[in-house]
């Protein structure tokens, strides 16, 4: 089987207010003695601390590994006073503070307001591949099932004291970034990094950490890097999420090997599907990739269980995400609780402190 392992980022908040706190170092030395470690790490932003899992075989050992992370994250952070928590928007209006270093300033400076107001979280799963080449064939077959991905993790309905409209605002933040979003058909791996050399010389971007397409072929380890969800309220969610695009790896390089051809789907067709998926989560209609056409979002997310079924079998997943996706789809997500608790109590700040009660 392949490995997989998973990125978190959170809202580092004081316990009391729910505020953002720019206090991400701190936590960094607390956690880690001051050397990032492959447990914690900073963010562009000083209210933001990302966790990594080990990778894993299993479902049941990453669902103890992101246990393990968040607990580790929490330990940190109480050391200095505030509180990680598990929202990729913070519903309390914030100015972010950037975290030091070279290259966040040079972000900042070349980005303007889209990097200065980037404080959202995030949630990247990294599933192994044999090389480039099939990595860059699973990019170009998973594309079509993303946005559904995105739909089950949306968790960012606020953005600065307010109800955006949408499950997941911070995909629409997110793709302010001009290197963001879904992509074309890259065909190889040489026709991958000619796109990213392109890119790389118009001088717009800084580096190769700053190519943010949805999926691509990580930097620093030989995997498959899905970064279109948003962090999500539950530990289960996350694995959901992971078991998922595992399997979507895996059928699309058994595809590959097949010599099955992938769906040639314009990327304009992705972006609107990601639009949907992003505005209303599971709460309405997603554009189905067997139609390219709406259809309930409960209908495109079992058609994705059937479409990587085999793989989910082969796996010994295919229990656990059904039931995952059972109670994910009864109980709403991430985005669903933060409305409730606002219906509830009128106050984004008990949004806040829902989310940390729920990390105990």
């Known amino acids: ?22 206090i991400g170092a701190a936590v960094l030395i607390a956690g880690s003695g001051g050397a990032e470690d492959e447990d914690l790490s900073g963010e562009l932003q000083a209210e933001q601390l990302e966790t990594g899992t080990q990778p894993c075989l299993d479902l049941e050992g990453l669902g103890v590994e992101l246990r393990r992370t968040r607990a580790t994250a929490r330990a940190a952070a109480r050391a200095v006073g505030v509180e990680p928590v598990a929202l990729a928007t913070s519903p309390i209006a914030v100015e972010p503070t950037t975290s030091p270093g070279t290259r966040y300033r040079r972000m900042i400076e070349r980005f303007g307001l889209t990097g200065a107001e980037q404080l959202t979280c995030g949630c990247h799963v990294h599933v192994a591949v044999g090389s480039d080449e099939e990595g860059v064939a699973v990019l170009d077959r998973i594309r079509p099932w993303l946005a559904p991905l995105l739909a089950v993790s949306t968790n960012s309905p606020f953005w600065n004291g307010t109800d955006s409209g949408y499950g997941s605002y911070r995909s629409q933040v997110w793709g302010r970034w001009p290197s963001a979003g879904p992509t074309a ?21 800084l580096d190769d950490g ?6 691509r072929l990580s930097q620093q380890h030989p995997t498959v890097e ?4 948003d962090v ?51 709460g309405s209609a997603l554009v189905d990739p067997r139609s390219w056409a709406p ?66």
């Open 1 to 22: 089987m392949r490995t997989v392992g998973v990125e978190e980022e959170f809202l580092l908040v004081d316990p009391e207010s729910g505020r953002a706190r720019a």
């Open 226 to 229: 899905v970064r279109i969800a």
């Open 185 to 205: 058909l890259f065909g190889s791996a040489a026709g991958y990094k000619t796109v990213t050399r392109a890119m790389l010389n118009t001088e717009t971007v």
């Open 232 to 282: 999500c309220r539950e530990p289960d969610d996350a694995v959901l999420i992971a078991a998922l695009v595992r399997a979507l790896v895996d059928t699309a390089a058994d595809d590959w090997e097949r010599g099955v051809a992938p769906d040639p789907v314009p990327v304009e067709v992705l972006r609107l599907a990601a639009w949907r998926a992003g505005r209303s989560g599971i």
């Open 295 to 360: 259809a309930p979002a409960a209908d495109v997310l079992r058609g994705l269980v059937e479409h990587v079924g085999e793989a989910l079998c082969a796996n010994g997943d295919r229990d656990v995400v059904t039931e995952l996706l059972d109670a994910v789809l009864a109980r709403g997500t991430g985005a669903t609780r933060q409305r409730a608790v606002f219906d509830r109590d009128g106050d984004v700040h008990a949004v806040v402190r829902d989310a940390i009660e729920q990390a105990d």
């Open 210 to 215: 700053m190519i943010y397409f949805d999926a």
